[in-house]
């Protein structure tokens, strides 16, 4: 068996699969609503794509039905229980589901399930835009070599420009 790409040999296929002039990023998205799935389509770039899905288990079944092998998915609509599911089946060994509004006592089979199939979580807590509550986001993972070796944030170097820091130079 061929072991995963460290943190580092990943990020480094991506920069050269960019200057290649490919796409290695591509998202994927799943809506339930007709007329945000149409908004959100219109303002896509082309490595990005929201498919409409109104019936549940099709709704569900779409990351099975793209093809899976994915790098993150990101667990924020409908039929969260069950996308969580579907997600451990689908992401990639080194990969991530990110589960959103975990704090909601309804998303606490998909949670359970999550933990009990071995995926690692760490939960982000904090203010919602907007309103005057708190919310949670949880990241689950099962590989645990991109918690070590990653370099500083100082130091690492982004498509979307400097950061804050190394602008002031600081």
């Known amino acids: 068996m061929i072991p995963p790409p460290t943190f580092a040999e990943a990020r480094n296929r ?51 039905a793209a093809g899976g092998g994915y790098d993150v998915v990101v667990v924020d609509g409908e039929h969260r229980n069950a996308c969580a599911q579907a997600a451990a089946k689908h992401v990639k060994p080194d990969g991530a589901i990110i589960f959103d509004n975990s704090d909601r006592q309804i998303y606490a089979d998909g949670l359970r399930y999550l933990s009990d199939a071995g995926w690692l979580r760490v939960d982000f807590l904090g203010l919602c835009p907007s309103y005057a509550y708190k919310s949670c986001t949880s990241v689950f993972f099962r590989d645990t070599r991109w918690l070590t070796g990653a370099p500083l944030p100082a130091e690492q170097t982004s498509s979307t420009g400097l950061s804050l820091g190394q602008a002031m130079r600081q």
Do not use: C, F, I, M
Not at 45 to 52: F, H, S
């Open 14 to 64: 991506r920069e050269k699969a960019r200057a290649a002039g490919l796409h290695p990023d591509y998202w994927y998205a799943v809506e339930h609503d007709a007329a945000w799935s149409k908004l959100v389509a219109a303002q896509l770039p082309a490595n990005a794509q929201v498919k409409l899905q109104t019936e549940p288990d099709r709704y569900v079944g779409a990351l099975e």
